[in-house]
């Protein structure tokens, strides 16, 4: 995203009393916007929109109306809705779709941004209110023109093509019935789901997974304790609780566990597709992420203790996870020899389920794994 010098031939328009074009403000603008969204709220997700639309009620921002040949134009409007690539406003007169224009977004931290891009559409709303349709040259973060709130029930995505959503997803739940439902929401996904009911057993294989998504009221940890545990033992995924309720004392529970979302209850399919589609997708997970040499090998000893302590609990399940996830970073990082290994003791496991059988030959992989990632 670039930052924009505005030609201005001559001096811009100096601020007024009105707050914006419209000179709407407070109750009366509020009043108005919740107008304009209460029959789309009805109408609910848009699959035809790429990108979900989120409040983004501003009595006013700057938006430079860019004329070729003449003077620009520095209008104070005020807004409706903002997504990874536009903004929604009103102004006072129609503006002629295809114009340029370039608007200063303003961050939570004072911060403006200045993101060049054109008029697609502008419609009559009332009296002289014109609401007008800005598409962004390049996409944006939305999120980082909002107060980060993981309770939001607006994403990036308004619809997600399921088999888009890869990766290891570890689902932290005692419940069973919970467990079935989530499985059910994600058949269609192309993720591999793991299991577990305790905070214990996900320290052990959490850091072979690019998303869990946990209980945020497990039996044996708190939110914050869970989340300092699984990111000690190596985890760099999204973390995704589940709650209740989104009341002030869940907030207070969840929130010092830092978690990427958090779902409330009871779970909705869509939500948990477009939750997912924010961390995997454009979140980019650790996965994703791991393009760079120096990364996997980082990655691959994290795996490795992840190995040595499936080894320790006797569990062949958890084992079978940590040389799975050795083996793909091995082929990532092309290191054939590992992969091999990694493999062959894949089937060998399988083949006999007994990890005492096997101690030799796994110490034999973490020690090659760790060699070829100091090398």
Same mark, same amino acid.
């Given at each position: 995203?670039?930052?924009?010098?505005?030609?201005?031939?001559?001096s811009?328009?100096?601020?007024?009393?009105?707050?914006?074009?419209?000179?709407l403000?407070?109750?009366?603008?509020?009043?108005?916007?919740?107008?304009?969204?209460? *029959?789309?709220?009805?109408?609910?997700?848009?699959?035809?929109?790429?990108?979900?639309?989120?409040?983004?009620?501003?009595? %006013?921002v700057?938006?430079?109306?860019?004329?070729?040949?003449?003077?620009?134009?520095? +209008?104070?409007?005020?807004?409706?809705?903002?997504?990874?690539?536009?903004?929604?406003?009103?102004?006072?007169?129609?503006?002629? #779709?295809?114009?340029?224009?370039?608007?200063?977004?303003?961050?939570?931290?004072?911060?403006?941004?200045?993101?060049?891009?054109?008029?697609?559409?502008?419609?009559?709303?009332?009296?002289?209110?014109?609401?007008?349709?800005?598409?962004?040259?390049? *996409?944006?973060?939305?999120?980082?023109?909002?107060?980060?709130?993981?309770?939001?029930?607006?994403?990036?995505?308004?619809?997600?093509?399921?088999?888009?959503?890869?990766g290891?997803?570890?689902?932290?739940? #005692?419940?069973?019935?919970?467990?079935?439902?989530?499985?059910?929401y994600?058949?269609?996904?192309?993720?591999?789901?793991?299991?577990?009911?305790t905070?214990?057993?996900?320290? +052990?294989?959490?850091?072979?997974?690019?998303?869990?998504?946990?209980?945020?009221?497990?039996?044996?940890?708190?939110?914050?304790?869970? %989340?300092?545990?699984? $990111?000690?033992?190596?985890?760099?995924?999204?973390? +995704?609780?589940t709650?209740?309720?989104?009341?002030?004392?869940?907030?207070?529970r969840?929130?010092?566990?830092?978690?990427?979302?958090?779902?409330?209850?009871?779970?909705?399919?869509?939500?948990m597709?477009?939750?997912?589609?924010?961390?995997?997708?454009?979140?980019?997970?650790?996965?994703?992420?791991a393009?760079?040499?120096?990364?996997?090998?980082?990655?691959?000893?994290?795996?490795?203790?992840?190995?040595r302590?499936?080894?320790?609990?006797?569990?062949?399940?958890?084992?079978? $996870?940590?040389?799975?996830?050795?083996?793909?970073?091995?082929?990532?990082?092309?290191?054939?020899s590992?992969?091999?290994?990694?493999?062959?003791?894949s089937?060998?496991?399988?083949?006999?389920?007994? +990890?005492?059988?096997?101690t030799?030959?796994?110490?034999?992989?973490?020690?090659?794994?760790?060699?070829?990632?100091?090398?």
């Amino acid at each position: 995203m670039q930052r924009i010098q505005t030609k201005t031939n001559g001096s811009l328009p100096q601020s007024s009393a009105r707050p914006n074009t419209v000179n709407l403000r407070g109750p009366a603008l509020a009043m108005f916007l919740d107008k304009l969204d209460d *029959p789309e709220k009805a109408v609910g997700v848009s699959k035809r929109r790429g990108f979900s639309r989120r409040p983004f009620r501003r009595e %006013a921002v700057e938006v430079v109306l860019v004329h070729p040949g003449g003077t620009d134009m520095l +209008v104070k409007v005020a807004c409706r809705n903002l997504s990874t690539g536009g903004i929604s406003v009103l102004h006072n007169s129609f503006v002629h #779709p295809g114009s340029q224009c370039v608007t200063r977004l303003p961050k939570p931290d004072g911060t403006v941004i200045s993101v060049p891009g054109a008029v697609k559409r502008c419609i009559h709303r009332a009296g002289v209110i014109h609401e007008v349709g800005i598409a962004f040259s390049r *996409p944006i973060n939305a999120k980082e023109f909002a107060a980060a709130d993981p309770f939001t029930t607006y994403f990036s995505r308004e619809a997600v093509n399921p088999m888009d959503l890869r990766g290891t997803l570890l689902v932290v739940e #005692p419940s069973q019935t919970t467990r079935g439902i989530i499985r059910h929401y994600l058949r269609d996904t192309g993720l591999i789901i793991e299991e577990v009911t305790t905070a214990a057993w996900a320290t +052990v294989i959490a850091c072979s997974c690019d998303i869990v998504l946990a209980n945020g009221d497990l039996p044996d940890a708190q939110p914050a304790d869970f %989340a300092r545990a699984i $990111r000690d033992a190596g985890f760099g995924g999204g973390l +995704v609780f589940t709650a209740a309720d989104t009341s002030a004392t869940t907030r207070m529970r969840i929130m010092p566990a830092r978690p990427t979302v958090v779902l409330a209850e009871p779970l909705s399919q869509l939500q948990m597709l477009r939750a997912f589609a924010e961390v995997l997708l454009d979140g980019r997970s650790r996965a994703d992420g791991a393009t760079s040499v120096a990364r996997v090998k980082s990655d691959l000893g994290v795996a490795c203790e992840g190995l040595r302590k499936a080894m320790a609990s006797g569990s062949c399940i958890h084992c079978g $996870r940590a040389l799975k996830r050795i083996g793909d970073l091995s082929e990532r990082a092309g290191w054939s020899s590992v992969l091999k290994m990694a493999r062959q003791l894949s089937s060998e496991l399988q083949a006999k389920p007994a +990890v005492d059988v096997h101690t030799a030959n796994l110490d034999a992989l973490v020690h090659a794994s760790l060699m070829q990632a100091a090398s």
